[in-house]
């Protein structure tokens, strides 16, 4: 099983390698895992269960010696089967609860939300961290509705125990925000991926969140 680390780390990097090409993909992967204080979501939909065991070897193999927590999107069979840290929920995924009877406690679940509301009751049945949003425009959320604004991360806080993660439109410049409002950390896809040198995106999400993370 990969390694948990706690407190958890306050870069949350999730997988599209739709947006490079799978080979550009691993070869970013490859660069940016040195990098302290991530964990990865790998998050690939559109795969059959054999390509995405295989991709999630892949990346396991990148990220293992790094000591960098992989998470696997809604599969649970996958994260047994692959040794993975554990698995990331989506809102239409089971039952917290359900899968935290799957897996028992060694394992990290993660959950979306798109309320503040929402936190407290995954808590309470099982997740070890929350991923809200859109706190920030972003078209990739826009079917979750209206962004939230920092002041959910906020709510979010208030509400529960557990790190609360900030995503949808996040770059270095808003991370203060969502930090002063209490977030554990933030979710990123395309301004790691798109960038134009992602290593250098990921050293100034790190040098940001350390200010608030030391």
């Given at each position: 099983?990969?390694?948990?680390?706690?407190?958890?780390?306050?870069?949350?990097?999730?997988?599209?390698?739709?947006?490079?090409?799978?080979?550009r993909?691993?070869?970013?992967?490859?660069?940016?895992?040195?990098?302290?204080?991530?964990?990865?979501?790998?998050?690939?939909?559109?795969?059959?269960?054999?390509?995405?065991?295989?991709?999630?070897?892949?990346v396991?193999?990148?990220?293992?010696?790094?000591?960098?927590?992989?998470?696997?999107?809604?599969?649970?069979?996958?994260?047994?089967?692959?040794?993975?840290?554990?698995v990331?929920?989506?809102?239409?995924?089971?039952?917290?609860?359900?899968?935290?009877?799957?897996?028992?406690?060694?394992?990290?679940?993660?959950?979306?939300?798109?309320?503040?509301?929402?936190?407290?009751?995954?808590?309470?049945?099982?997740?070890?961290?929350?991923?809200?949003?859109?706190?920030?425009?972003?078209?990739?959320?826009?079917?979750?509705?209206?962004?939230?604004?920092?002041?959910?991360i906020?709510?979010?806080?208030?509400?529960?125990?557990?790190?609360?993660?900030?995503?949808?439109?996040?770059?270095?410049?808003?991370?203060?925000?969502?930090?002063?409002?209490?977030?554990?950390?933030?979710?990123?896809?395309?301004?790691?991926?798109?960038?134009?040198?992602?290593?250098?995106?990921?050293?100034?999400?790190?040098?940001?969140?350390?200010?608030?993370?030391?």
């Amino acid at each position: 099983m990969s390694v948990i680390t706690n407190p958890l780390p306050p870069l949350y990097v999730v997988t599209d390698r739709l947006r490079t090409g799978e080979d550009r993909f691993l070869s970013i992967l490859e660069d940016i895992v040195p990098e302290q204080g991530m964990m990865i979501q790998i998050r690939e939909k559109d795969l059959d269960t054999r390509s995405l065991r295989r991709f999630v070897e892949a990346v396991h193999q990148l990220a293992h010696p790094f000591r960098v927590p992989c998470l696997i999107n809604d599969r649970v069979d996958l994260v047994l089967a692959t040794g993975a840290a554990g698995v990331h929920l989506r809102a239409d995924s089971m039952p917290t609860k359900e899968a935290r009877k799957c897996l028992g406690d060694g394992y990290l679940i993660g959950k979306s939300i798109h309320s503040a509301e929402e936190a407290l009751p995954n808590e309470q049945e099982g997740a070890d961290f929350v991923v809200l949003g859109p706190v920030y425009e972003t078209p990739s959320k826009r079917q979750y509705g209206p962004p939230l604004g920092p002041d959910a991360i906020r709510e979010a806080v208030r509400h529960c125990t557990i790190p609360v993660y900030a995503i949808g439109g996040l770059t270095p410049a808003r991370v203060e925000y969502v930090m002063a409002a209490g977030a554990a950390g933030v979710a990123v896809i395309s301004s790691i991926f798109q960038a134009a040198s992602p290593r250098e995106a990921v050293t100034t999400y790190s040098t940001q969140l350390c200010q608030w993370r030391p």
